[in-house]
């Protein structure tokens, strides 16, 4: 223990200060953006679990569940729902972590039941990480509801300050918020986000002076990491279909460049990983998109992601960032 922590002083650094985080809980624990070089992230190999999913288990992760209820044809409705085949999704699963670990990032396994919880893949939508901490969050349907104490779990064997956690009748899921920078943060509200999810959120966000944008999706997508994904300073990957005119014009005020992932490429190759400033790990799959980032100076790291694909989510859904490099 350091001398000063030996004194009976009243504190005076602020929860924030990264020196006392880093004494105290170990690490200057959270991210501030969401580029800079990542450190830790939690994620969890598929097992048996997901065979308890039934014919439509991509609409659990991808797809609105009010789409059903809608009379006639909708864009969703000659979507495949295959089975994945749990050998291959295994072996595409172990190349992503390889992948990530040859970036130098530590994987830390979710814990908890392995036999339950089908959906438990897509760690991403358990938490919120911001700057010194995470907010554990309230997912909207009854087959993810168990998945967050297991979050809570892991979180606390690793010494993270969990900062809040969403209640009421809030819901708040991971894949639709972003750091823009370390003051600004975006949330996207769908199904699977309300807004007193979101008023929750941007209380503890304000303890921190984070501004909170929050913009409304489309009814066709549940989260964000569906449309938009910064890949660099100053530049970013966007699905301008699935984004508001306000929101893209802002994204332009702030002088940052967009660069529209190729509509001929797989819907989710836009859900990529940004390990480090202008380099990206993403589906090999988005062979146009891949041509474009590489053209625009961004770094790629092609990864086979097809079979996790079928169960509605991409790169970014299965990895929840603990820590990055922030100032």
Request: with cysteine.
């Amino acid at each position: 223990m350091k001398k000063k922590y030996l004194s009976r002083k009243r504190v005076t650094s602020n929860f924030y200060e990264k020196n006392l985080l880093r004494d105290i809980w170990g690490e200057a624990w959270g991210v501030s953006d969401a580029i800079s070089k990542v450190r830790k992230v939690v994620m969890h190999r598929p097992g048996q679990e997901i065979m308890q999913l039934h014919g439509s288990a991509q609409n659990i992760e991808s797809g609105p569940v009010l789409i059903e209820s809608i009379i006639g044809t909708t864009p969703q409705s000659d979507q495949k729902n295959e089975k994945p085949n749990l050998e291959v999704l295994q072996a595409q699963f172990d190349g992503l972590q390889e992948a990530l670990i040859k970036e130098g990032i530590e994987i830390i396994p979710l814990e908890g039941d392995s036999e339950g919880w089908p959906e438990r893949l897509f760690t991403r939508d358990l938490g919120i990480v911001i700057p010194s901490g995470i907010i554990l969050t309230r997912l909207a349907l009854y087959i993810r509801y168990g998945e967050t104490p297991m979050m809570a779990q892991t979180i606390t064997r690793q010494g993270m300050p969990i900062l809040g956690t969403i209640q009421g009748n809030g819901y708040m899921e991971g894949g639709s918020f972003t750091m823009l920078n370390s003051t600004t943060a975006i949330v996207g509200l769908s199904e699977r986000i309300n807004a007193e999810g979101v008023e929750q959120l941007r209380y503890i966000l304000s303890l921190q002076n984070i501004e909170l944008i929050s913009i409304d999706l489309p009814s066709t997508i549940i989260h964000l990491d569906e449309a938009f994904l910064m890949v660099d300073h100053n530049k970013a990957l966007v699905q301008t279909a699935l984004l508001p005119f306000r929101f893209l014009e802002e994204l332009h005020k702030r002088d940052i460049q967009l660069i529209h992932v190729d509509p001929q490429d797989p819907e989710l190759t836009i859900n990529a990983l940004t390990v480090a400033p202008g380099r990206v790990v993403i589906s090999s799959s988005g062979v146009r998109t891949i041509k474009l980032l590489e053209q625009q100076g961004i770094t790629t790291i092609p990864v086979q992601v097809d079979e996790i694909y079928k169960l509605g989510g991409g790169i970014h859904c299965v990895t929840l960032t603990l820590l990055r490099d922030y100032e």
